[in-house]
């Protein structure tokens, strides 16, 4: 019988590649949200595999970017950094066909000098299969990287492939969480970020990225078929976003509120009431420090 292996595997890369995808795919569950939307990732997040014979222990990471416009991105940058330092192993992820000069600098940055798996994500994009090959062998000489493995983490093409590069390169080690144990994240944060995931996703450009959710309270009342019970805020700056994300007749918030509630039940395998509010709070973005009191930066 073949020793068991345990460790950290860092999914790094610049905004939108598809990390938050890839985690999802590899831990069959949506822990980490995903939308088109840039720097939908926030925070560190952990997605745990256990295997008969390893633990693969993912953390999720803001998508890197070279330029800063507002605090928020350099929080963003110094968390997806952290995550790389933190990691055992560091996967890349880079869009198969669409690297750019931020690909470039955040391998500079962050990424050279690590044992590093080169992820080709959105290989189902690309029509000529050769153009793939082409671009790990070109990145392969250029990063020297332990593995470059192409995958479609939206269509689940060659994940257990990359798993099973994953696993190989693990320490010996025993499992540090239980098999049934996907992340290290209460529901009640799960349940914050799956609000703001419709957010993103239905509203979009309209809304700036300072927009956030807060979970005012979170419960499970009832034995037989407990119910959780969770009151939310979206908190945004202005009242013309507050209207926004109300819509037409209260249509966007309750939408937003249903497809929240429905990823929920899934994701916790029971009954969800959603309770959701607005609140304007102004300015609180351009300061770290009011950042950090919501939550950022961890
Ligand atoms: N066609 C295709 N699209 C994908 C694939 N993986 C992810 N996407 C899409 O790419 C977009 C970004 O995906 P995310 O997983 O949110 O990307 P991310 O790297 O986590 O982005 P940030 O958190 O913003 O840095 C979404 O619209 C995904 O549906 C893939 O394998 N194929
Ligand atoms: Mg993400």
Known sequence: MSEHR??????????????????????????????????????????????????????????????????IHRILNRTAEQVADEADLVLWVVEAGGMNAEDESFFAR???????????????RVQRKERVFEQARTLAERYRPVAVVPVSAQRMTQVAALLGECVARLPIAPARFQPDELTDRPERFLAGELVREKLFRLLGDELPYETTVLVESFEEVGQATP?????????????????????????????????????????????????????VRSDWAAHEQALRTYGYGG
């Open 6 to 71: 345990c460790g950290t595997l860092a999914i790094v890369g610049r905004p939108n590649v598809g990390k938050s995808t890839l985690l999802n795919a590899i831990v069959g569950q949506k822990l980490s949200i995903t939308s088109p939307r840039p720097q939908t990732t926030r925070h560190r997040v952990l997605g745990i595999r256990t295997e008969a014979q390893a633990q693969l222990i993912f953390i999720d990471s803001p998508g890197w970017q070279r330029e800063h416009r507002a605090p």
């Open 110 to 124: 962050v990424a050279r000098d690590r044992p590093l798996i080169l992820v080709i994500n959105k290989v189902d």
């Open 227 to 279: 119910l959780r019970r969770i009151e939310a805020s979206i908190v945004v700056q202005r009242d013309a976003q507050r209207a926004i994300v109300l819509g037409h007749a209260g249509q966007s918030i309750r939408r937003i509120g249903s497809e929240a509630r429905r990823d929920m039940e899934r994701l916790f395998g029971g009954r969800v009431y959603l309770g959701l509010h607005v609140k």
